[in-house]
């Protein structure tokens, strides 16, 4: 099918579909609650296929994805909220984040932990339903497809530069299509799970998840746009070199 074609297939569902980069860039956000409608399994290749242009160092392109939709999906997702609701030992295998994050980071990520938990009524301190609320991560937010993205355990960091440009790649594409997106780095503490449900070699690591699907509008989560740092906070523009 044409590019041009599977746009027109999706314009009536989820937020429409948005054909400029600027575009597709300032209306990505991580989206968190799916309509049930499924993504034709072409379009999901031609999406990995545009997004495979991400640049790597040496070209080595260094992604391997795995597609999972349907009863496999389900069963996936249940055997991970099984393993979550019931506190089961499971330990990411690369830290994200150092122990003691520290500010401004510690503010950033709290200001997004409330202002998402703010518009589905979660109070602090009630931590059953910030719990159930990090389960439906597992459920892929009940997006219809779930990407689970693998890397070669000897491949160095820069790598993993690649692969994020490789993801948001997915995200954006998937914009051009009217479908949503949230990376999810959750599915990575649950790698044992994974890797035997999905027959994933050994020298892989499960690098992070991904729901891809129509957003739901309707649901209140999918309000919350998080903030940014203006220019001048994270950028200088030098005009003197020190000596
Ligand atoms: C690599 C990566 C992993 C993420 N993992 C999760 C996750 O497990 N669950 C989740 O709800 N959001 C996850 N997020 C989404 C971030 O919380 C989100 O990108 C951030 O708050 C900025 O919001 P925005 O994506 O709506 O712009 C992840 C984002 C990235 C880039």
Known sequence: MKADKLHKTSESKGRGAVQDIVGAISSRRSIRAFLPDQVPQKQIEEIL??????????????????????????????????????????????KYYPDEIGEPYLARRRANGWG???????????????????????????????????????????????????????MLVARSFGLDTC?????????????????????????????????????????YVTDREPVAGFAKFVDELAQ
């Open 49 to 94: 296929s545009i997004a495979s242009r991400a640049p790597s160092g040496t070209n080595t392109q260094p992604w391997k994805v795995y597609v999972v939709s349907g009863d496999a999906r389900l069963a996936l997702s249940q055997e991970i909220l099984t393993a979550f609701m019931n506190d089961e030992d499971h330990q990411f295998e690369f």
């Open 116 to 170: 998402l938990y703010g518009t589905i009524g979660i109070v602090k301190g009630d931590r059953a339903k910030m719990k159930v609320q990090h389960g439906r991560n597992y459920k892929f937010f009940d997006a219809p497809t779930g990407l689970i993205f693998t890397i070669d355990r000897h491949l160095e960091i820069g790598s993993w530069f690649d692969y994020g440009m490789f993801l948001q790649s997915i």
């Open 183 to 223: 990376p999810q780095q959750a599915f990575a503490q649950y790698h044992k799970i994974i890797q035997r449900r999905l027959s994933i070699p050994k020298d892989e690591m499960v690098v992070c998840g991904m729901a891809l699907g129509y957003a739901d509008m309707a649901a209140p989560e999918n309000s």
